[in-house]
């Protein structure tokens, strides 16, 4: 409560590819002092995510980038600790966009109470942000019918582990995919149909034997040699929902040819696909109440298993997310600030 | 009405890369007879199209391929000479798809009557399959709102004159794209708010100095430098159906490096883009007779012009197909066969 130091990480250059702990830098500054209609907000957990990547280039993307010197972007969960707005009380546990830092203030009307039944964590996981990726992805542009075939890639991941359970209650059969031993047997545990380690040698041929009817929804969060192996599977009138294409943010430049765009074009011309990018926020307005209680039920009721891989202090998170692009984490990494 | 022989085209051999006159076989047959239930119809025109190149080769694609020595696939308007089913008469004018050939018997179900106010040819072109690929494609997967931009290649074609022409009736800003200036003027003619050859130097700069508010519906049916051009200027939520791939149809291979497809899928992430591949046939049962009520009351009206490149006998056919696939052809193609 008496604190007066706040530790940063700051965005310290633009990475050219991959990104390095030097990219970050950590700076201490004095704890903000909320006005009328604010509270003053400590970061119990950050949520690093992919997305983060596109924030540290300036090259165009969905949002604008984070600028050399600015507070990485990141969603929190805090805990309010002066608030000058009669919706808050210190010590109410609130969701916010605080970023990589320890102390934040911010309007109240910004802030969203959690629930306080379950765990606060699960605000920035499978019932925040990546849960609503999978939920509005899945249902809204994948629209899966009963029977289908829904593949998902990264998916030990909070995104990926969402869409195969959510999969799953809809009566589809879900293939996972992801990278290593371990991963693979927590799919199984989650219930996936057939979980497949992208890593192996004939991994396109364990992918064909895994839809032998096909694929009718694919979940894209990665690109890269899964897509490649997804296409030729995908049937008449399949859904590529594309959320993100994590193996290609470190890329710096266009891979050696051939030129494979205009046999995507084709695939998509062949089998009548519809390819359909999204960020979660375009249904936010519409469809998040019920995600939470849909969502929340699915959770509560222990249908919906969640995974976390949490890392201790806000120095930790530079490392932490250059580990998440290398698909180092297991379960939705999260640092736990405080 | 006493012919006794039936000239066909036949498909000769797969072409390689662009198709010759060596591919195609004219041959003389017996004219069929028919049974209960079918008709015998003589051809009067027969409509040539892209997908047709798509038919001649094995390579997988939405459609069987022709068989070597098989008639070359094709809608047709014919006139009946003979009927054994009391739904047609001798004299009647029916839609069908007797293919490359003077005559051809036909179940009298799979028949059509023509509308007889219009010319007959209208039924192949701007009423038929043509003008039902770009209002469906256009209304149901573009999705234009009034105020937006549309931009639609091979525009004096028929496809792509119908989706300038209705994206004008629904109050957007229709930017046409053609080869020479021989079309370009036509596009002006047809009520184009913008209209560019794809030909020129600059044409890259033309399409952007043409779409100063970005491009929200691009009709793709032909792919190529036109689909780099536009694939910068998709606006946020851009829809994009794709019909067809013209400029592709002759590849052999995939066109040398690097590889842009993941380029492409980035701009689909970051854009929200919607690619969409689709064949009208699949919009049919639900929608085309709402098509044929309303494109044909615009046809009626004048607000919808239509344009057809006839030619004269069945035996000109595949060197008129050859020229269409390199833009030869200038309005509808089609043969008049008797």
């Not at 047997?185 to 192996?200: I, Q």
Request: proline letters at 8%; charged letters at 20%; aromatic letters at 8%.
């Amino acid at each position: 409560m008496t604190a007066t130091e706040n530790t940063q990480v700051l965005l310290g250059s633009r990475p050219v590819g991959e990104p390095t702990p030097e990219n970050f830098r950590i700076e201490r500054t004095a704890v903000p002092e909320p006005g009328d209609g604010e509270a003053l907000v400590r970061t119990v957990y950050l949520s690093l995510d992919p997305y983060m990547r596109g924030r540290m280039s300036a090259a165009e993307s969905y949002a604008e980038p984070t600028p050399v010197g600015g507070v990485m972007p990141g969603g929190t969960v805090g805990e309010v600790v002066e608030s000058r707005d009669p919706a808050l009380q210190p010590g109410d546990l609130v969701l916010g966009y605080a970023g990589w830092q320890e102390y934040a203030v911010a309007p109240a009307r910004s802030l969203r109470k959690v629930a306080t039944d379950l765990p606060p964590s699960t605000a920035l996981g499978v019932l925040g942000m990546p849960g609503f990726t999978a939920y509005s992805g899945l249902t809204l542009l994948g629209q899966p019918k009963a029977g289908e075939t829904v593949v998902v890639a990264a998916a030990t991941g909070p995104v990926g582990s969402a869409v195969g359970q959510i999969a799953k209650i809809l009566g589809c059969r879900a293939v996972g995919i992801a990278g290593g031993p371990e991963k693979v047997a927590h799919l199984r545990e989650l219930g996936f149909d057939a979980a497949l380690d992208h890593r192996a040698d004939d991994f396109a041929d364990q992918l064909a034997a895994a839809t032998p009817d096909g694929i009718d929804v694919y979940f894209e969060n990665v690109g890269g040699h899964v897509w490649d192996a997804v296409l030729p599977r995908l049937n008449l009138y399949a859904r590529v929902p594309v959320c993100g294409l994590v193996a290609h943010y470190n890329e710096t430049e266009l891979p050696p040819g051939p030129d494979r765009s205009p046999a995507l074009m084709r695939h998509v011309l062949n089998k009548s696909l519809t390819i359909r990018g999204f960020i979660q926020s375009e249904f936010v307005a519409e469809h998040y109440g019920r995600f939470l209680e849909e969502m929340g039920g699915w959770v509560r009721e222990g249908k919906v298993a969640y995974r976390e891989d949490v890392v201790e202090g806000l120095e930790q998170a530079p490392e932490a997310f250059i580990g998440m692009l290398r698909g180092r984490n297991f379960g939705k990494l999260l640092v736990k600030v405080s």
